[in-house]
């Protein structure tokens, strides 16, 4: 069964870090894009970060680029976001996401519609 | 960064109705185009993937249409289990942006 478990959510003080990981089984992790995608309570989506195969690539969104880091271990089937400098906006469910069984569903480099999301792990900035 | 604007923001409706909601991008993103539906306290699910293909799986109440810039995804006769937040994506360009969301809600 294709699975994506996030884990390391929690509470954290405005400017403080925490590092989210995403443990994917069931498909050849190594072989596709993966992303982050975040949802504030009571809001809509907002796509995060995407990080190709090899880690040669890497986009995010603008409120979160020179704060937040995405990264895998292909070897341990993990993906990772590391944030710093976190404020009271980035309070969210944060989802790992990809396209494993839609190859239709992909456009240019990494960009999908994603067919695979874990159940999210929610992260509150606050003091 | 792709703006997609999504209407209606809520819609009542009964069992049996059709719904049809609508996103609209700032600018043409081809056909890559995809719908969601998200029940409260899940992730969401993947209806609809580039502007027209029903993902595997979804009953084919749902469907979906447009070009360019104005894409519309219909649910023909609303179910009891339809009964949802709906969100719109554009993948054609970074970042990926969705739209704000429709919520179908029991009329």
């Known amino acids: 069964e294709v699975q994506l478990v996030e884990s390391g959510g929690g509470l954290v003080q405005p400017g403080g870090s925490l590092r989210l990981s995403c443990t994917a089984s069931g498909f050849t992790f190594s072989t596709y894009w993966m992303s982050w995608v975040r949802q504030a309570p009571g809001k809509g989506l907002e796509w995060v970060a995407n990080i190709n195969e090899n880690e040669s690539e890497k986009y995010y969104v603008d409120s979160v680029k020179g704060r937040f880091t995405i990264s895998r271990d292909n070897g341990k089937n993990a993906l990772y976001l590391q944030m710093n400098s976190l404020r009271a906006g980035d309070t969210a469910v944060y989802y790992c996401?990809?396209?494993?069984?839609?190859?239709?569903?992909?456009?240019?480099?990494?960009?999908?519609?994603?067919?695979?999301w874990g159940q999210g792990t929610m992260v509150t900035v606050s003091s | 960064a792709i703006r997609i604007t999504q209407s209606p923001s809520s819609v009542s409706a009964s069992t049996g109705d059709r719904v049809t909601i609508t996103c609209r991008a700032s600018e043409g993103i081809n056909s890559y185009l995809s719908w969601y539906q998200q029940k409260p306290g899940k992730a969401p699910q993947l209806l609809i993937y580039?502007?027209?293909s029903l993902q595997s799986g979804v009953p084919s109440r749902f469907s979906a249409s447009g070009s360019g810039t104005d894409f519309t995804l219909t649910i023909s006769r609303l179910q009891s289990e339809d009964f949802a937040t709906y969100f719109c994506q554009q993948y054609y360009a970074y970042p990926l942006t969705f739209g704000g969301g429709t919520k179908v809600q029991i009329k």
């Open positions: 580039g502007t027209f």
């Open positions: 996401a990809t396209n494993v069984n839609t190859p239709r569903g992909r456009g240019r480099g990494g960009a999908v519609a994603f067919d695979m």
